[in-house]
Each structure stands twice: as C-alpha cells, then as structure tokens.
C-alpha cells in the first residue's frame, strides 16, 4: 500500500472501534478541551505538524487553519517560530510545503 488514504481505509475496516474512538477524542480535545479560539488551534497544529514533520498532517492543518481565517502572514509566522527550537532543516521542509502546496 503506497498511498497512505489507502493504509488509513484499511485501519479504518480492520479496526473500526479504535479508529472511531480515536476519532472522537480528536474532537473532543479540539473542539471541547479549553478556551482557545479555532484559529489559534490550527496555527498549533500547523506548529505542531511541521515540527515533526508530517507532511500530510501540515498540509490538512494548513488548509484548516485558512478555512478558519488564519492568513498566510499568520500561517507563515507560525512556522518561522519553530525554526529556533527544531532547527532550519526542518523549518525549510514545512516551508517548502506550504510554498509548493498553497
């Protein structure tokens, strides 16, 4: 399985009970676990996504963090914050993928 929606289709069908309450949790936590505004949940997650470089995990929260209004400035200034602390190889590789990607 080369394509990762592919893997994720197959999770889905072996382990249903986990994977939808896994999916709650998700939920529960962005949605109900405090009182930062949406926005500000995406930029963390954009943060977050970058810094361990999950490519595809920054491309869907980049995309989320727009649909609730964050700008590309925002977007852009969140991932300069993680150069300090994770370095620039890895600053360059989110920055490529929001260049390429949006």
Do not use: C
Not at 86 to 101: C, D, H, L, S, V
């Amino acid at each position: 399985m080369d394509n990762i929606r592919d893997l994720l289709e197959t999770f889905q069908k072996d382990f249903p009970e986990i994977y939808n309450k896994y999916e709650a949790l998700g939920k529960e936590i962005h949605l109900e676990a405090g009182p930062l505004p949406e926005k500000t949940r995406w930029l963390l997650k954009v943060a977050i996504s970058a810094s361990t470089q999950h490519r595809r995990a920054l491309e869907t929260h980049i995309r989320k963090a727009r649909a609730a209004g964050a700008s590309d400035e925002e977007i852009l200034q969140t991932l300069l914050l993680i150069l300090p602390t994770t370095g620039f190889p890895t600053f360059m590789e989110a920055y490529q993928i929001f260049k390429e990607r949006f």
